[in-house]
């Protein structure tokens, strides 16, 4: 039997009855749709999902400077960073337990009815820091390298503090008492992205700070490109402090890869089952459809044995309507399950995902799914006696 | 002298019963080429049976049917079906015409079994339907023709692939007698052209037409 013949008698078969072929393949194309719906929205979601927090955490590098009887980073070495390839912004911090509790005050005038200390944390950070934070001067400027040179006196105050000391303009170049000594405001930095905590500190130069302890690099901030994290978290140290990396202490954003399977996980295992569960409820509809249809056309079966078919022809024949009726599902159900993910993204403003490997694999389970379900009502065809199949 | 058409010799079917009924017993039938039998009988006296056996479609219990000068007892199943495909062409009661397809692509079903290429299987029903004078309803569906039209689309998809034994069961068995009679001259004609005719009947008037009659009685063969 010439193939083209068999796949011409098989579609004949399926055209015969269109509209129980299409009810038919309803089963598969619920199935197969849900599966690719899942697997879609799940690859979809779970890059959403990494895509949202990649811009805060996933490239944050923050480097931790133990404290040790010579310092292990200096002032200067930051600039080493802000030249590796993927860092965007780096600033230098220091901190200290006795600067943490500092009392600060913007006049000297001792009014008994207002609170006029404030104590708050006092940091020294290299020039860089408003990139470093991702944070922007709400007035003013920050201090350059020229204060620094300089010795200037000046200090730069976080929003919160600025609000605490009553300090809203800077026209008039107010000042701030740290303990007793007077330094000018020279800028308010607000919006902080990352270390919040110092919307409520004060800023000095590296070489003012020195007066309360805060002459050493404590923390390294860097931010980096997309993608970069990880690859920055190893060299940082190495260009802080050449030869004493190992000390350093690294905090970096958790691999973005786990972070989707993890997601991926979590959303998937329920509706693959779902998806699962309906392609069995379709294999079980197409074996039913085809059982049925082998009984309705026993005399065709008749007919065809006569007519010098062999039982794999009659098998071979059934067989391949089944195959062909999952294809068709298969097929319909990875068309209706893309246009979903699409229709689902664009809803929430997403860019689909799409595994091309998916929109491929889906229609060859539709027809696996029809071949398994044609086996027994094909057999039981090819069993069939051609005398009693003609009675 | 050439080989017969049919052999039978003693050819026997039982059928497992308690005690086993014995549909033909010790058959013996000759038929040449070019020969018109009607082998008659009451419902019951084992027609059908005969039938079968003459088709191929059942296996006797004993005895010998050599078919056109092959012995097919002896054959295993698969060369059974080649056998029956290719040297009878089967004319039923009930026509077997697949209703939703043409009675073009009806006749052409004769053919996609076989071994033949399927250049020329258009041409070749064609000329099939032609013989049976049926060229004008070539596109019909079989629900749109008459008894006697569908009966003539049975016989052309019979022919095709020259059969070397045309096996009718009961072929006027649903027709009226306007309709009988043009299948039966139709019979005729196709002996006529040397076609080995074999038809089962109850109806006197399809068997008075035949050459030879035979007269099945209880699973035995008498000549009338």
């Not at chain 1, 089963?27 to 879609?40: A, K, M, P, S």
């Not at chain 1, 730069?156 to 026209?171: K, P, Q, S, Y």
């Not at chain 2, 020259?162 to 196709?190: I, K, W, Y």
Request: one cysteine or more.
């Amino acid at each position: 039997m010439h193939p083209r013949d068999l796949l011409n008698e098989a579609m004949a078969g399926l055209l015969a009855r269109p509209v129980r072929s299409v009810l038919t393949t309803l089963g598969t194309v619920l199935g197969i749709t849900t599966l690719v719906v899942t697997l879609g929205v799940a690859a979809t979601a779970g890059n959403q999902i990494v895509g949202r927090f990649d811009e805060l955490t996933a490239t944050s590098v923050t480097v931790e400077v133990p404290e040790n009887p010579f310092p292990l980073v200096d002032w200067a070495d930051v600039g080493r960073v802000t030249r590796l390839r993927g860092v965007v912004s780096a600033a230098a911090l220091a901190e200290s337990d006795q600067s943490a509790n500092l009392s600060v005050r913007s006049n000297d005038v001792v009014d008994p009815t207002r609170v006029t200390d404030q104590t708050l944390t006092v940091v020294a950070s290299s020039p860089g820091l408003p990139a470093a934070v991702k944070g922007r001067m709400v007035e003013g400027r920050y201090f350059d390298a020229g204060h620094i040179a300089r010795g200037d006196r000046v200090v730069v105050l976080g929003r919160h503090a600025a609000d605490m000391l009553g300090i809203t303009r800077l026209e008039r170049a107010p000042a701030v008492f740290i303990g007793t000594q007077a330094y000018t405001v020279i800028g308010v930095l607000g919006d902080l992205k990352r270390e919040k905590s110092l919307a409520s500190a004060v800023m000095l130069p590296p070489a003012v700070g020195k007066r309360y302890g805060l002459g050493t690099v404590t923390r390294v901030l860097v931010n980096t490109g997309l993608g970069a994290a990880e690859l920055i978290a190893r060299q940082a140290p190495a260009a802080l402090s050449p030869g004493n990396e190992a000390l350093l202490q690294v905090i970096s954003p958790s691999s973005p890869t786990r972070a989707r399977d993890a997601v991926e996980g979590d959303v998937n295992a329920l509706f693959l089952i779902l998806g699962l569960v309906s392609l069995v409820v379709g294999a079980v509809g197409i074996a039913n459809v085809t059982l049925v249809t082998v009984m309705e056309r026993i005399a065709e079966i008749g007919l065809r044995r006569a007519l010098g078919a062999a039982r794999r022809h009659i098998a071979a024949q059934f067989l391949l309507e089944s195959t062909l009726t999952g294809l068709t599902g298969g097929v319909v159900g990875a068309s209706v399950g893309i246009v979903v993910v699409v229709a689902v993204c664009a809803a929430k403003q997403w860019t689909p995902v799409l595994d091309v490997r998916l929109a491929v694999m889906a229609p060859a389970a539709g027809a696996v799914v029809g071949l398994l379900a044609g086996l027994y009502p094909a057999l039981r065809a090819a069993r069939m006696e051609p005398v009693n199949a003609l009675r | 002298m050439p080989e017969p058409v049919i052999l039978l010799d003693d050819l026997t079917k039982e059928f497992p019963a308690d005690p086993p009924v014995r549909a033909l017993s010790a058959i013996d039938l000759r038929v040449e080429r070019s020969d018109y039998v009607a082998i008659v009988g009451p419902s019951g006296s084992g027609k059908s049976t005969l039938l079968n056996m003459l088709g191929l479609l059942d296996r006797p219990t004993s005895g010998g049917y050599r078919l056109d000068g092959i012995e097919t007892t002896t054959l295993k199943d698969s060369a059974r079906t080649t056998v029956r495909g290719s040297r009878i062409g089967f004319v039923f009661q009930s026509f077997h015409l697949l209703p939703h397809r043409s009675v073009l692509e009806n006749v052409m079903l004769a053919e996609v079994y076989g071994r033949g290429s399927r250049r020329g299987r258009r041409e070749r029903a064609l000329r099939a339907l032609e013989r049976v004078r049926l060229s004008h309803r070539v596109g019909f569906l079989p629900g749109r023709m008459s008894g006697g039209e569908r009966q003539r689309a049975a016989i052309a998809r019979a022919l095709m692939g020259e059969p070397a034994l045309l096996l009718c069961d009961e072929p006027t068995g649903n027709l009226d007698s306007r309709n009988t009679h043009a299948v039966l001259d139709l019979f005729d004609e196709l002996r006529a052209q040397g076609l080995t005719i074999v038809v089962i009947t109850h109806e006197n008037e399809v068997s008075e037409r035949a050459a030879r009659r035979v007269r099945i009685t209880d699973g035995t063969l008498a000549e009338e």
